[in-house]
């Protein structure tokens, strides 16, 4: 894959109130893609909603971490708290099918016992499905 590639971290407070910070990043790394202003925003509502997902889940006082991997067209995130026990996001629920519909792809990750994520792949000019 040709292009840049880049991998930012950022870590906050798994508290909703930080979740703008993540929205503003996902916005300005899309724009160092040359994201379409459409992908940015699906990119932008993808982020803070598989947040909202793992918000529900999160240790309180631990922190949220946000990986934004840019290479070439592609921009992949992943969004990790410490949960106690893991419970994947039910795949029929309306909060997973707004996350599939605005990404290319998204996976729910349960790497330990303790630590859930969520992964979104989103590719500069990929068609939507119809």
Do not use: N
Not at 26 to 36: C, E, I, S, Y
């Amino acid at each position: 894959m040709g292009g840049i590639r880049d991998v930012v971290s950022v870590r906050l407070p798994a508290a909703s109130a930080y979740l703008s910070v993540l929205r503003t990043a996902t916005a300005a790394l899309a724009v160092r893609l040359d994201f379409t202003l459409d992908e940015i925003e699906d990119l932008r509502i993808a982020v803070d909603e598989a947040c909202a997902m793992l918000l529900t889940q999160a240790v309180p006082g631990t922190d949220l971490t946000a990986e934004f991997e840019l290479t070439g067209q592609l921009m992949k995130v992943r969004v990790e708290v410490s949960t106690v026990g893991s419970t994947p996001p039910k795949r029929d629920d309306f909060a997973w099918m707004v996350l599939t519909a605005l990404a290319d792809d998204v996976d729910a990750v349960t790497d330990s016992p303790d630590r859930m994520a969520i992964v979104l792949r989103k590719r500069r000019g990929a068609a939507r499905p119809a």
